[in-house]
């Protein structure tokens, strides 16, 4: 499929008149306008294109959905709708994610590692629209009320996983498919608790938004498996945030490069 087949796909499957769309062929962009609200977005069409390539369909359904609820929340926004502090959570991006929206206000962020970074976000139930200045105007907060907020809100999320076993070494899955699954790293009460069963190596994973992957390493055969799985779930996420994985040591996330041979001494010597 090419872009301009796909550009005339999406602007097929939403005619909405107050939609404008504008094709950058050298950029390979879809630029979509609201009219009355005067706001955008804009979408990588080789990236959709890929995903079409694994998962068919399915792929274009996902991205009209998401464009159709991102409006939808811009709308709610604009008649008021959008002010409950309760909806208020963190997201994890990585940090090549942009730091402002497409109207030029500046995301309200966070500093996490080297690897992401994190932003917030009002929820309305099928998405959320994340909070950049004229947001928190709106909202009547102060930056420093609405990063407290969040991080309340984000030990409220349920931390149920699903455990696998593989070689020796156990991973633990958090896929809960809310939009807030890789936020639960910064649940500082979920991590503590999840050191206390783990008696190997703890790695900690946000490979994508919408999965979380803890990692009882045992051995190098756990690493080897951690990293194609990390990749895996990177190349394929809707929202992909980063392939590496953190270890987790005295409270604290480092990021390494998954390999066996470079897990940490310090670990190793515990065996």
Known sequence: ?????????????????????????????????????????????????????????????????????????????????????EHIFPVIRSTSFPTESNEGHKFITSEHTAETRVYFAL????????????????????????????????????????????????????????????????????LKEMKTKITGDMTVSVPHQDVLIIGDIQNETGYDVLAQMAMHFFTNGKVPITSLSFIYENDELEPIFIMAKNRPNEENDKK
């Open 1 to 85: 499929m090419k872009s301009t087949e796909l550009f005339n796909i999406l602007r097929e499957r939403m005619p909405n008149p107050q939609l404008e769309w504008r094709f950058d062929r050298e950029k390979e962009t879809a630029h979509i306008r609201h009219q009355d609200l005067g706001k955008g977005m804009s979408i990588s069409l080789p990236q959709v294109i890929n995903r079409f390539e694994a998962k068919g369909d399915a792929a274009i359904q996902e991205i009209v959905y998401t464009i159709t609820e991102t409006f939808n929340a811009m709308e709610r926004e604009a008649k008021g709708e959008m002010k409950s502090t």
């Open 123 to 190: 929820d309305v139930g099928t998405t959320y629209r994340l909070i950049d200045e004229n947001v928190v105007n709106s909202l009547s907060l102060t930056e420093e009320q609405i990063k407290e907020i969040a991080k309340f809100q984000v030990r409220k999320l349920k931390t149920a996983v699903k455990e696998d076993h593989v070689a020796g070494n156990v991973f633990y899955f958090l896929n809960e498919n809310d939009g807030y699954d890789a936020s639960r790293i910064l649940n500082e009460s979920f």
